[in-house]
């Protein structure tokens, strides 16, 4: 239970040095954060080894370029994947049962945004870029920000699949939370293939 668990504490923002070259290099130190934070619901299932944030990212990216939809802008897509949980970098990656509200995940997230793009990156052109990707995905108001929505989803899927086929889990919520709520036509046939493939594997699994 949410409550049972200690709260989780946050780092302190960074705070600019006002030399923009060491201000930039410690974003590229915190990126660093991305790879060696392992995703909240797997640690929770006790998973060896789970994956981290930029693992889950860098899969994501590779799945927009797979995508035949050409009235899509897949440049776009690629780069929304590799920006949308860029805010865990320092807030982590934070799980609904750790009781905190989704506007205060929110608020801390942008607040995360705000101390990269203005402290870190000094608001250059490149730092606006990744702010107004970040919030196009999180307001989910263009068929890109949607469609890699989607694909959030889908590959949480593929990992859960992975897991259950590498370490004998069950790990059905995490099927439930996602394949039912795709929305582009595409994702949802990769959903169906997962899912034939996830059958066939238990019925393997269960002959033995």
């Given amino acids: 239970m949410a409550q049972n668990l200690p709260a989780r504490e946050f780092p302190p923002l960074y705070t600019t040095t006002g030399d923009e070259s060491?201000?930039?290099?410690?974003?590229?130190?915190?990126?660093?954060k991305l790879k060696t934070q392992k995703r909240t619901g797997w640690v929770d299932n006790n998973i060896p080894n789970p994956e981290s944030i930029s693992d889950h990212m860098?899969?994501?990216?590779?799945?927009?370029?797979?995508?035949?939809?050409?009235?899509?802008?897949?440049?776009?897509?690629v780069m929304l994947c590799l920006v949308h949980d860029l805010a865990e970098a320092h807030v982590g990656d934070i799980a609904p049962r750790e009781g905190i509200s989704s506007a205060e995940k929110r608020r801390l997230e942008e607040e995360a945004m705000h101390n990269i793009?203005?402290?870190?990156?000094?608001?250059?052109?490149?730092?606006?870029?990744?702010?107004?990707?970040?919030?196009?995905?999180?307001?989910?108001?263009?068929?890109?920000?949607?469609?890699?929505?989607d694909l959030d989803r889908f590959e949480m899927a593929s990992q859960a699949l992975e897991y259950e086929r590498d370490h004998s889990a069950s790990l059905q919520p995490f099927f439930d939370?996602?394949?039912?709520?795709?929305?582009?036509?595409?994702?949802?046939?990769?959903?169906?293939?997962?899912?034939?493939?996830?059958?066939?594997?238990?019925?393997?699994?269960?002959?033995?």
């Fill in 22 to 32: 060491k201000d930039r290099l410690a974003f590229f130190h915190l990126i660093e």
């Fill in 58 to 77: 860098y899969r994501m990216a590779m799945l927009a370029m797979c995508s035949s939809d050409q009235k899509l802008d897949i440049s776009k897509c």
């Fill in 117 to 149: 793009v203005h402290d870190m990156l000094h608001n250059t052109p490149a730092a606006q870029q990744i702010e107004a990707l970040w919030k196009e995905y999180e307001e989910r108001q263009t068929p890109e920000a949607q469609f890699v929505k």
């Fill in 177 to 208: 939370s996602s394949l039912p709520n795709l929305r582009h036509p595409e994702v949802q046939e990769w959903g169906r293939d997962l899912l034939e493939e996830r059958a066939l594997m238990q019925g393997t699994q269960k002959s033995v």
